[in-house]
Antibody
Framework: QLQLQESGPGLVKPSETLSLTCTVSGGSISSSSYYWGWIRQPPGRGLEWIASIYYGGSTYYNPFLKSRVTISVDTSKNQFSLKVNSVTAADTTLYYC???????????????????WGRGTLVTVSS | EIVLTQSPGTLSLSPGERATLSCRASQSVRSSYLAWYQQKPGQAPRLLIYDASSRATGIPDRFSGGGSGTDFTLTISRLEPEDFAVYSCQQYGTSPWTFGQGTKVEIK
């Protein structure tokens, strides 16, 4: 059974770069039917999609964070990663990685729903 | 971007009762590309419904989704104890993909 597990530092200082990794186990990240994405949930607010990536390297970003975010994939390690630059207290939240299913019509434009999620990792930005 | 507004914010019901959750979009959701998720503290969110009305694998048939355009609903026909949780909708018709703020279904 495929599983996703987030890993990251937990605590990051303001203005530094947050780096998170999602390890996919029980299946291959190199699937033509899926993207792989990051979502976060600020306290008291709804979920926010951050970015998604296809195993071939195509990337899709939410404009609200695009200038500070980079998503990447390492198929040899069955992992994908997220970097958020110049973090502030507003980036303190729970971060999820998820498998992002393209749908029966195939993978186009980053569209799809999140059919499998990790449990999330809490990141705190504080000095 | 499409803003999804969920109502009510909190639904207080007893086991066995019917729950009806609403998700309203600020503009039409293309091709009814709308999903529903269940969230419990400390657990991975779980996909319940996709394409507005299709149940995900392994989801009990007491969960059903409906709607089109700008108005969507998630119905839980008879609440089981494990159904008390937060439910969120998500549209994937127009990028950026967006989520509602969630509806908490709590035990009355």
């Amino acid at each position: 059974q495929l599983q996703l597990q987030e890993s990251g530092p937990g605590l990051v200082k303001p203005s530094e770069t947050l780096s998170l990794t999602c390890t996919v186990s029980g299946g291959s990240i190199s699937s033509s039917s899926y993207y792989w994405g990051w979502i976060r949930q600020p306290p008291g607010r709804g979920l926010e999609w951050i970015a998604s990536i296809y195993y071939g390297g195509s990337t899709y970003y939410n404009p609200f964070l695009k200038s500070r975010v980079t998503i990447s994939v390492d198929t040899s390690k069955n992992q994908f990663s997220l970097k958020v630059n110049s973090v502030t207290a507003a980036d303190t939240t729970l971060y999820y990685c998820a498998r992002h299913y393209c749908g029966a019509g195939g993978c186009y434009g980053g569209r799809g729903y999140f059919d499998l999620w990790g449990r999330g990792t809490l990141v705190t930005v504080s000095s | 971007e499409i803003v999804l507004t969920q109502s009510p914010g909190t639904l207080s019901l007893s086991p066995g009762e019917r729950a009806t959750l609403s998700c309203r979009a600020s503009q039409s959701v293309r091709s009814s590309y709308l999903a529903w998720y269940q969230q419990k503290p400390g657990q991975a969110p779980r996909l319940l419904i996709y394409d507005a009305s299709s149940r995900a694998t392994g989801i009990p048939d007491r969960f059903s989704g409906g709607g089109s355009g700008t108005d969507f609903t998630l119905t839980i026909s008879r609440l089981e104890p494990e159904d008390f949780a937060v439910y969120s909708c998500q549209q994937y018709g127009t990028s950026p993909w967006t989520f509602g703020q969630g509806t908490k279904v709590e035990i009355k």
